[in-house]
């Protein structure tokens, strides 16, 4: 269960250094402010909660924002109780 906890911050700092990149999670139901999402996030991820109420495929969304900046976009769907357990309510 502490997987993301002891886990994740490694991989992603990894991730950042080698790939000279930005990574971050963003929700519409934040627990950290840290994790607002930005105009676009925010649009991409009420597209997903869309597509999720009417079962649609949540499929990865990739933008270039500018000459410098690629958002790549990837739906993370917490069906997992035990996961649940720390990141929402088991059942909702």
Do not use: W
């Amino acid at each position: 269960m502490r997987f993301c906890n002891v886990a994740s911050y490694p991989i992603l700092d990894t991730l950042t250094t080698g790939l000279d990149a930005e990574f971050k999670r963003a929700s519409l139901r934040l627990r950290n402010p840290q994790d607002a999402p930005t105009d676009t996030e925010r649009k991409i991820l009420e597209q997903y909660q869309s597509q999720l109420n009417s079962s649609e495929e949540l499929l990865p969304v990739v933008e270039v924002l500018d000459e410098q900046q690629i958002l790549n976009v990837k739906p993370i769907v917490m069906n997992n109780p035990l996961c649940l357990n720390c990141h929402g309510t088991v059942g909702t």
